[in-house]
């Protein structure tokens, strides 16, 4: 691994970078503040905690009544955490899901949420409980292990239980491997969380990323005896992954700095089509700094799939940018580079050349909601969970419904990358049970949801995110009751379109490659961007900046209307806005509210 740039100049690293290479391989001083009797961790344990699956945060919201309780402005937080379970292609059993219920319940903020990336997020669990949390995910076979950090993300997979099509179980199989090969390696992990403090003995567990060999504390080979891809410093920021089809592209693969679009002969995964640079993140404040959707890199066969992503992992590694974290991200490496460039580097390190891509493309987003017969004689049902909020309201009780069904039926379970759930191997007779079970604890159905906010998500933002300056999930639902309202007054309810909505330009709900992407630019005030598409293969363009929270439905209404009015045939809403433009659209939609 080297320590200088490609030109051979020293290489100037960040405050986390110091942080990860005196970590000793992420320990730090993790396992002593977890007992040293703050609320709190460190500035250096906070970027480390991250590669284990956690974020510190506070309630923003509450922190004048901590001034008020502390007298000081030093402790003026009320501190929790983040606990993020990764959970490859979001397959999950009724059991981790009822475990992970019992923990927001016990231990958390009594909800839990489903993430974009088809995990699962534990919120409010405060410090001294944080082991006990972590512990007990591992015990239902589950890891928190690289949910977060400098590392590899939860691998994403095109979750639709289509058992008929082996390729289905072909893609998932591969999520797993790419997890089993691009998990961190330390034992700090299984040290710090799984092991009994008072006997020193290891707990039972089985989750994905704790190979034997690393349990049994033998040396992995390769560039470092502990972690053969990463080394001591890991990567010099997040890294994600996703495998979808050309007829499903609900993971977003170009929203990936990998994405794998699996080609297909006779039910047979034969390869991949490749794309690598997609990430969403911005700094308003550093022009430097900019979203990107995935370039086309090459195809490869099925069975040299992982080790051409190891190459391009380890490219990043040597190569990205750890003297800013703004510009870490690979997609910047290939900005700088030129994807020709990044190409040759690739090659040197997997050690052949790479083919042209096949002439296959994206053609399908299959978001897995309502009946459908799965090809073995049962059924699966998609359930729309609107921004992925797990939680018991007056009216609606959906945790309480849930525990009912994973206790009742078993079933086993997906999870989705618009935050909702997938019910598997449902009998014909038993498809009434379930919808009844819903119903009686007033959970609506998907098909009781208008296609328009079916097609919604947003982030969590406020109070919790530390980086979100304007709401998100907490109005997103007010602001689609109003779209609701004018889509249907237009004729236009059945019309598919994504809305996406982030309290900040980090893009985490992807909304730079949706139909309409609401990004929060300051307090109450969102920017607009319209002309992606379903398919998340293009970027959307800026149609208006700071629109109050009150005018955004207002300001899209005659986008809307003009759309019905001019659309060719055929077209959907993001490709009429793409093919009109930004002035365009903007000097007719001022005509026609004139």
Sequence with gaps: MSDASENGAPKKVSAVEVAKINSHYLRGSIPEELVDGNDFVGKES????????????????????????????????????????????????????????DLCDEIGNSTLRITTRQGLQLHGILKSNLKHAIRRINEVQ??????????????????????????????????????????????????????DGETGESIDVGAVGAPPDLLAGRPMPGDDPVEPIYGKTYLPRKFKLA?????????????????????????????????????????????KTFPAVALPLCYIDAARVVDLCIAIVKVQRDFGNRADRKVARMKYLIHDWGIERFKHK?????????????????????????????????????????????????????????????????????????????????????????EETLRRHGVPLTEDYTTVRRWSMACPALPTCGLAVAESERVMPDLMDQLEVEVARLGLENEVFTTR???????????????????????????????????????????KDLVPTNEVVPTLVPVLRYFKEARQDGESFGDFCHRVDKDALLAACVEVTA
Excluded at 53 to 76: H, M, P, W
Excluded at 163 to 181: F, I, S
Excluded at 401 to 424: D, G, K, N, V
């Design 243 to 287: 495998i979808g089809l050309p007829g499903d592209n609900s993971v977003d693969v170009y929203a990936n700095d990998i994405g794998l679009l699996a080609i297909c002969e006779n039910f047979k995964v034969v390869g991949y089509n490749l794309v690598v640079g997609g990430s969403f993140g911005v700094t308003p404040s550093a022009k």
């Design 346 to 434: 690739v090659e040197e390190y997997f050690g052949d050349s790479l083919e042209p891509l096949k002439p296959v493309h994206v053609h399908g987003f299959n978001d897995g909601m309502g009946w459908h017969e799965q090809g073995d004689g049962k059924w699966f049902y998609g359930l729309n969970v609107e921004n992925g909020r797990i939680k018991d309201t007056e009216t609606m009780r959906l945790k309480t419904a849930l525990r009912e069904i994973c206790t009742t039926f078993r079933m086993p379970l997906r999870l989705t990358p618009h935050q909702s759930i997938i019910f598997c191997d449902i009998a014909e007779e038993d498809r009434p049970r379930l």
């Design 501 to 543: 909505m982030t309290g900040c330009p980090n893009g985490c709900a992807r909304p730079y490659n949706s139909d309409i992407g609401l990004v929060g630019k300051t307090k109450d005030k969102y920017t607009i961007f319209l002309g992606g598409r379903v398919l998340g293969d293009r970027l959307n363009f800026i149609y």
């Design 46 to 101: 906070i970027q480390l905690l991250k590669n284990h699956g956690t974020y510190q945060q506070d309630d923003r919201e509450r922190r004048a009544e901590a001034r008020a309780d502390n007298g000081s402005a030093a402790k003026a937080k009320f501190f929790s955490f983040m606990v993020r379970t990764a959970i490859p292609g979001g397959r999950i059993t009724s059991d981790q899901l009822l475990a992970e219920l």
């Design 142 to 195: 589950l890891s928190t292990l690289a949910a977060c950090g400098d590392v590899k993300r939860n691998v994403m997979c095109t979750p639709c239980p289509y058992n008929g099509d082996p390729v289905h179980e072909q893609m998932q199989a591969l999520a797993d491997e790419l997890v089993k090969q691009l998990n961190p390696r330390t034992r700090a992990y299984h040290q710090i969380w799984l092991t």
